[in-house]
């Protein structure tokens, strides 16, 4: 092991957000201390967490485990000693994106004590086009202003028509898009109609207005054979490009994961349901890898995250496993 | 006695060499064909497919909660075969790859064993041995995250495209 390079990425990826989390642990962790150290006048953000849970992949059918875990992932979030303002929900809610499922979800999703908001992934679309999942959850493409925060809402897991030409029906459409290394989907992206929508939502922002998006899968090339990817990624962070604050946040990938482009941090959240293996590709930040899952632990490498935004709009970003996943440099959080 | 039993090798060590050449000779064969080979492969081709298909579902007696071994290994990712026989700690015991799939088949999925001499665990061994080729045998290792190959295109092994979507090469 490098410890030099372990100790050049933990001061990239977590800087003076390192200390803090030591300050404010020591102190009994309170926004007040936590924004005390970092406050950087001038900017309009008001100190304030959100949390994320994503990827819990229901199936049909009563008590099935990630229904439970499910379930263990709202508890996590409701008991958090520093309450979210909001949870974002960051897709593949069903696994075969039936209504049974995704009305299972709203269920469970309705005992979190404060706000959802919810982008949808997959698993949750392509039986009906997401017309269930908007009939229970609303707009795909959104955005909303909280404490000095722009936050995006996108829906990145479009692909071109692949199903009408061979006559598929609604179920092989889903069947061929379920299967992560499936070769038929294709790459996904948001596609030209949100493009437009974000040019247009970010057009009278000005360029210190810490932003957040929130899509299904990375805005970056991570492994594209997983979909790891958003086709459109480049045209979304070049739109994005004036601001100075830009953290997108992404489900999909099931651990662990960080990375910066351009003026973009990439958060990527564990799921709820199953750790996926890293792809085969160099990371730019191999720390932001957690430990390998212990299949005899049945929660090990899941679990929920945590973002401490700052004045300023910095963010701390916590990830809340179920088990113990985190290697020592995970545990102390990471920058944003 | 040494110079007798020396003498007595240096007459032997000609008989003993033209038999084993006879020997040899009746029991060669020519290196197999193109033919063959092709043939061979095609075989085991056949089998991968079939691993392939069990990983992703097609025996439902797999799985008792609709999980099959592609949700969590994707092209047979951190499936590992190259590291197998290694000690499972949930068995306390050295075990061989076959066994840690049915733990997993039984556990995480909730599903039937396969029997350990099955053509279809064959099949999924192949499949997983497949999408690791190249990888250095590794047997005991246990407690690094691991990489798969990279996959380009397809199903990552020669197999008919299915002539939808991607699915073109």
Redesign the interface.
């Known amino acids: 092991m490098d410890h030099k390079k372990d100790r050049r990425e933990f001061l990239q990826l977590t800087g003076k957000a390192g200390l803090s989390t030591i300050v404010g642990s020591a102190a009994g962790i309170n926004l007040g201390v936590f924004d005390l150290a970092h406050a950087q006048p001038g900017k309009k953000v008001s100190p304030f967490r959100f949390a994320m849970i994503t990827d819990s992949h229901l199936y049909s059918g009563d008590d099935h485990k990630f229904d439970r875990q499910l379930e263990d992932a709202i508890e996590q979030v409701n008991s958090m000693e520093i309450k979210p303002d909001f949870v974002l929900y960051g897709g593949d809610i069903a696994q075969n994106g039936t209504e049974d499922q995704l009305a299972k979800g709203r269920k469970l999703l309705s005992k979190l004590n404060t706000k959802l908001v919810l982008i949808p992934g997959e698993h949750d679309w392509y039986v009906d086009m997401g017309a269930a999942w908007k009939g229970m959850f609303g707009q795909d493409t959104w955005s909303f202003d909280h404490k000095g925060v722009h936050f995006i809402g996108m829906n990145s897991i479009l692909v071109p028509d692949f199903w009408t030409a061979k006559q598929l029906s609604p179920r092989e459409r889903m069947a061929a898009m379920e299967m992560l290394e499936g070769p038929i989907g294709g790459l996904w992206g948001v596609g030209e109609k949100q493009l437009e929508w974000l040019k247009k939502d970010v057009a009278k922002l000005s360029p210190d207005t810490p932003i957040v998006t929130f899509t299904h899968s990375p805005l970056w090339d991570y492994y594209p054979r997983w979909n790891f990817q958003t086709v459109d990624g480049p045209q979304i962070r070049e739109i994005l490009s004036k601001f100075e604050n830009f953290t997108s946040i992404h489900g999909h990938v099931h651990q662990t994961i960080y990375n910066k482009v351009g003026n973009m941090t990439s958060i990527g959240a564990m799921s709820t349901s199953w750790p996926w293996p890293y792809p085969p590709v160099k990371l730019a930040y191999p720390s932001s890898q957690m430990n390998r899952a212990d299949p005899g632990n049945e929660v090990d490498g899941m679990g929920t995250l945590a973002v401490n935004v700052k004045a300023g709009g910095d963010k701390l970003v916590e990830y809340q496993p179920f088990a113990d996943t985190l290697t020592p440099f995970l545990k102390k959080g990471l920058k944003a | 006695m040494k110079a007798t039993f020396t003498r007595t090798l240096a007459t032997a060590l000609p008989v003993i060499a033209v038999a084993a050449l006879a020997a040899g000779s009746a029991q060669a064969r020519d290196p197999f064909s193109k033919e063959e080979l092709d043939k061979q492969n095609a075989k085991l081709l056949e089998l991968v497919e079939q691993g392939y298909n069990l990983w ?1 579902g097609s025996n439902p007696d797999m799985s008792g ?2 999980l099959a071994c ?6 047979a ?2 499936s590992n075969p190259q590291t197998f026989p290694k000690y499972i ?2 068995m306390n015991r050295v075990v061989q790859w076959g066994e840690m799939v049915n ?2 088949i039984q ?2 999925q909730g599903g039937k064993a396969l029997a350990l001499e099955s053509q279809d665990m064959t099949a999924m061994y192949a499949y997983a041995m497949n999408l690791h080729r190249g990888k250095p045998i590794q047997p005991g290792l246990a ?14 092994f020669p197999s008919k ?7 073109t090469k």
């Open positions: 992703h909660n609709g592609g949700n969590c290994h994707p092209d990712a951190a700690q949930n733990w997993c556990n995480p407690s690094q995250q691991t990489k798969p190959i990279e996959v380009k295109y397809g199903k990552g495209p299915s002539g939808i979507g991607f699915d």
